[in-house]
């Protein structure tokens, strides 16, 4: 799965990352929420290209870390609803720590200088 | 686990597709109208809020893209746009497609049936246990090792060898199913008692042969056989009851003990074997004389298995250690002192007996290989047709790569669009090639079967084949397309936009690969036609060949019969009734009886000693003998030279008397009269000690073709057949007819049932035989002549499209000319210059090469050398014409350009 890295979006593994996180927290939303609890939670900081949301929600999908289904939102519109499941919780927990791992290892770095 | 729920989701999107995209736009635009209303909600104008919320989404097609490409079935769908694309191309051009499809799929139909054929007999390994570990027993003295053994040498090996795990051994022949009559023959083999356990075949019914029964004059249970699995299913319909069923092998009731599996089909690849007897049963069938104690009749053929660990070389090392004692045990007696000496010195060489025996192979191995690479070079040529039409369809269709090019398609997309093509057009040519294959070795195996002997191969194609196939397939796509491909998109877009359609965008470089194509076309051509007429030749030179005799409307009748029931004494007044009845048919014009006829695959010679001759060599006392009746060369048509043919005279009472033939009568008496000259010979078998006869010549007859068409002349001797003091169970008789041989067949039949109903009959006509003698000449030279045709239309549409291409390109110019002046056959020439030159060159390489070639096939060839010039001649001729003329059609379609239309074109 080669992923294409354009210059005005973050990387994909990242949006994994930040989409496990607010589903993790949220239970069930739709694309617009997550894009929307993303950039609230990040204080904007993060600009992300919105759309490119929804690849990666497709690939969450085949990987089996999300699923979905249509429900009505409070202004009954049609959604498709995502909800995490027990793989999604646990590749979590991994992509988590490793980020971990890795920006603690960066910010040492960093502090040396 | 997670990967097999990725790809069953995977596939569950593949079919619900449609559902998936849908899904995913609507979410898209659900997101997009939410964030519009959100900023609509903030105070924004309702245009603006929609665009922001655009912008801030990103290219929504792309993003829907990249939503779909996520389940990964991108790749396909863009080979299957590709392929539709190509399909269009094609059908927007079928003359093109069929040109291509056709002669792709001739070229890998004719090799993969070839390579089928090559494969069943030469390659394959027997579907035996470990047949790896198999290997042929060959003997003989100064390096010339052969296969044939007799049987006391067999049992030596058998009962002294400690170098294999197993030995075995078998012969094959040919017995009849008949009591007396017409008869009915079937494959079968002579094994020896541990033929099945060595080999490691078990019984699916009953058991199979043991040592036990295998014993001289056969085992406790008496006759028994073994049949093969598609024997019991055709001869006995599959009867369950099968085991303990008795049936006449040869009229000699033999009791069935068991079947084989249906995989095994016997040691020989182009035989399936029927039924399968010990060779200790031998002596129940021969009675007059058996073969197993005969030392000098070499009719079993050796198979070992390797020990666990052993190699071949140690096999045969400890093999020749005991050699010396093996021949010392066995020297046949009668022999001279000197060739009992040679006997002695015999060496064994062992050899992989993997992939079975076959005579088709010993017989065809040359042709084989050499229709291998006939069609090897035809796939050549049409590859290299595919590569020139694709090289000139990639420059007609340079506007629209540009084009692509331009608007942005990558390189890379381009070649893959082409390649794609190509691969489909490969694909689909090896795909009806197989279907010819499949069809056209079925075929050539029925041309290879005569009624004498019928071939059976086993033509299931199987992985070997198959992989062959699209080895080729693909290696010619890769070959043909991509050339064109690299070639097409490498141009830089602009500089084929500006310049015009027909522009000079391959035509600037000296080096024009379609035109080193269509030289090697012509030189591959003219290597085939000059192969084709070598064997054409060589076919006419046998055809016209004289035989010595007559074959036309004389028909061959072999009578066997029962030798326990019927002594040998009684034997020859029997021949005789027989003669005299066949002789008063009506339309019998003559009649005679002989121990064989020529051309009939057997041979007998003799060393003699004629009166006042010294042979320089050993060879030059050997002579090739026939017994005869009176009126046997009359009905033949033999010319007696001089003297006089064998009368009622000479009898077993009468001195002995020897016709000679020409070449014998010069070899021994010069240019003396030979009649009343005598001849020695060494009385036949053992038991008359060495005693010789003494013949007197009493005539000279013309040379005759003895076993082959093609052999070198042959001294030949022919002795009385009233003379033979123990004729053998079978005999020929020849019948010179006048009305038409199918009505000769039932009178004849009754003839000699009304004489003895037990004689078993087999006819044929003897013009059959002698052709049937001719297959593999005949085989070759048709299937090279065809192929060397289908090489020469090859060529020709290859050089008609160059030529066609090459024209169009250059309307402008040639429509100039003529505007200005210039005879229509000086534009012809100008167009024809160009492939008269490629013409020369190609003639030149090729009639060097074919000097070369030629040489590789001598062997095939009679009467003609590799280097006939009449033949090279003669196709470079043919060649010539055909090239010239598949120019000279766009030539002179160049020569009736309306120069105004093509200059406002300009």
């Known amino acids: 799965m080669a992923a294409r890295l354009k210059r005005d979006e973050i990387p994909p593994g990242t949006l994994y990352l930040l989409i496990l996180r607010t589903l993790s927290r949220g239970g069930e939303m739709h ?60 590749q979590f927990a991994v992509e988590f720590d490793q980020y971990r791992r890795v920006s603690g290892a960066i910010e040492k770095v960093l502090q040396m200088a | 686990m997670g990967w097999l729920g990725e790809l069953w989701r995977r596939f569950q999107f593949l079919f619900q597709n449609d559902k998936m995209a849908k899904d995913l736009a609507d979410e898209m635009h659900l997101h997009l109208e939410l964030r519009a209303e959100d900023h609509a909600a903030a105070g924004i104008n309702k245009r603006d809020a929609e665009s922001r919320a655009r912008r801030a989404f990103g290219n929504v097609t792309q993003l829907l893209e990249q939503g779909r490409a996520v389940w990964g079935w991108a790749f396909f769908e863009a080979l299957a746009s590709d392929l539709r694309y190509g399909i269009r191309a094609l059908r927007a ?44 027993l060959k003997s003989g003295t100064k390096g010339n090792f052969e296969g044939g053994y007799t049987n006391p040498i067999w049992e030596q090996i058998r009962d002294h060898q400690q170098v294999f795990s197993g030995v075995l051994a078998y012969g094959g022949n040919r017995f009849d199913l008949a009591n007396g009559g017409e008869s009915r023959f079937a494959n079968g083999i002579w094994v020896s008692g541990d033929f099945f356990r060595v080999l490691g075949v078990p019984a699916v019914q009953g058991r199979l042969i043991t040592p036990q029964d295998d014993r001289h004059g056969c085992g406790p249970d008496g006759p028994v056989a073994v049949i093969s699995y598609g024997f019991w299913k055709s001869h006995f319909a599959g009867d369950p009851n099968i085991i303990g069923r008795s049936f006449a092998i040869d009229r000699h009731p033999f009791q069935i003990i068991g079947v084989t599996p249906s995989w095994f089909t016997g040691l020989d690849t182009d035989h399936v074997y029927d039924l399968a007897i010990p060779i200790g049963c031998e002596p129940v069938l021969h009675t007059d004389q058996t073969a197993l104690a005969e030392r000098s009749w070499w009719w079993l053929q050796i198979v070992g298995r390797l020990q666990p660990g052993g190699s071949i070389q140690q096999a045969q090392a400890r093999m020749n250690m005991i050699a010396p004692e093996v021949y010392r045990a066995t020297v046949p007696a009668n022999w001279s002192p000197d060739m009992q000496k ?7 060489a062992l050899q992989p007996a993997a992939t079975g025996f076959s005579n ?12 291998m690479a006939v069609v090897g070079l035809v796939l050549l040529i049409a590859c290299a047709n595919l590569a020139n039409l694709l090289l000139a369809r990639a420059a007609a269709r340079q506007r629209e790569i540009s084009v692509r090019l331009a608007v942005g398609a990558a390189r890379s997309r381009i070649i893959r669009q082409l390649l794609t093509e190509s691969v489909f057009l490969s694909i689909s040519s090896a795909a009806a090639g197989l279907l010819l294959a499949f069809w056209g070795s079925r075929f050539l195996v029925r041309l290879l079967s005569t009624t004498n002997n019928e071939v059976q191969v086993d033509m299931t194609p199987d992985l070997r084949v198959l992989a062959f196939t699209t080895g080729v397939a693909i290696l010619t796509a890769v070959l043909f397309g991509l050339a064109p491909a690299l070639r097409a998109s490498g141009v830089h877009p602009n500089q084929a936009l500006k310049e015009s359609a027909r ?6 470089s000296r080096f024009n690969p379609g035109k080193a194509l269509v030289i090697l076309q012509v030189v591959l051509s003219l290597v085939l036609l000059v192969t084709a007429g070598l064997f054409l030749g060589t076919l006419r030179n046998l055809l016209t060949a004289d035989l010595g005799f007559k074959t036309g409307n004389v028909l061959v009748v072999s009578a066997t019969v029962p030798e326990a029931k019927l002594s040998s004494s009684k034997r020859l007044p029997l021949f005789d009734r027989i003669l005299e009845r066949l002789r008063d048919i009506p339309g019998v014009r003559s009649a005679s009886s002989s121990f064989g006829t020529p051309i009939q695959g057997w041979f007998w010679n003799e060393y003699v000693y004629p009166e006042g001759y010294r042979p320089k060599s050993e060879d030059d006392a050997l002579v090739y003998f026939n017994r005869v009746s009176p009126d046997y060369f009359q009905t033949l048509e033999t010319p007696l030279l001089v003297g006089r043919d064998f009368s009622s005279r000479d009898n077993l009472g009468s001195p002995k008397v020897m016709i000679i033939s020409e070449s014998t009568a010069r070899q021994f008496f010069g240019t003396a009269n030979p009649v009343g000259k005598t001849i020695n010979m060494d ?14 010549v009493i005539g000279v007859t013309k040379d005759i073709k003895y076993g082959k068409v093609d052999e070198p002349p042959l001294k030949t001797a022919y002795l009385a057949a009233a003379q033979d003091r123990e004729p053998a169970p079978h005999i020929q008789f020849e019948i010179r007819s006048g009305i038409p041989l199918a009505s000769l067949a039932s009178p004849v039949r009754a003839a000699v049932a009304e004489v003895r109903p037990e004689v078993s009959l087999e006819l044929r006509s003897f013009d059959t035989q002698v052709r049937d003698s001719l297959l593999q000449p005949r085989l070759v030279a048709l299937l090279s002549s065809f192929f060397g045709l289908l090489a020469l239309v090859l060529a020709m549409v290859g050089l008609y499209g160059l030529t066609a291409y090459g024209v169009a390109r250059r309307r402008g110019e040639i429509g100039i000319r003529i505007a200005l002046g210039a005879q229509r056959r000086s534009v012809v020439w100008l167009v024809l210059r160009d492939v008269v030159s490629m013409l020369a060159i190609g003639i030149a390489i090729g009639g060097v090469v074919s000097l070369l070639t030629g040489k590789l096939v001598t062997k095939l060839l009679y009467g003609l050398q590799p280097g006939n010039p009449v033949t090279i001649a003669l196709s470079v001729i043919v060649l010539a014409v055909a090239a010239i003329t598949a120019a000279y059609v766009p030539a002179r379609r160049a020569s009736r350009l309306d120069p105004i239309a093509t200059l406002r074109e300009e």
């Open chain 2, 93 to 136: 051009d079928p003359g093109f497609a069929l040109a291509a499809v056709g002669s792709l799929a001739l070229g890998i139909g004719a090799n993969t049936a070839i390579f089928s054929i090559l494969n069943a007999v030469m390659l394959r390994s027997l579907p035996v246990e470990d047949p790896q570990q198999l290997v042929q």
């Open chain 2, 503 to 508: 522009g000079t965008i391959s035509g600037t």
């Open chain 2, 360 to 371: 088709t192979r010993n017989q065809y191995r040359i042709a084989l290989y050499t229709l």
């Open chain 2, 683 to 696: 009385a036949p078998h053992l038991r008359h000690g060495n005693k010789q006869d003494r013949y007197e």
């Open chain 2, 342 to 348: 040679d006997y002695r010195r015999t060496t064994f």
């Open chain 1, 31 to 90: 694309g617009y929420e997550i894009a929307n609890a993303i950039q609230r939670i990040s204080d904007d900081v993060l600009q992300v290209e919105e759309g490119s949301l929804y690849p990666a929600l497709q690939r969450m999908l085949l990987k089996g870390w999300v699923t979905a289904e249509w429900g009505v939102t409070a202004g009954n519109r049609r959604a498709r609803y995502y909800r995490l499941t027990a793989a999604g919780r646990k």
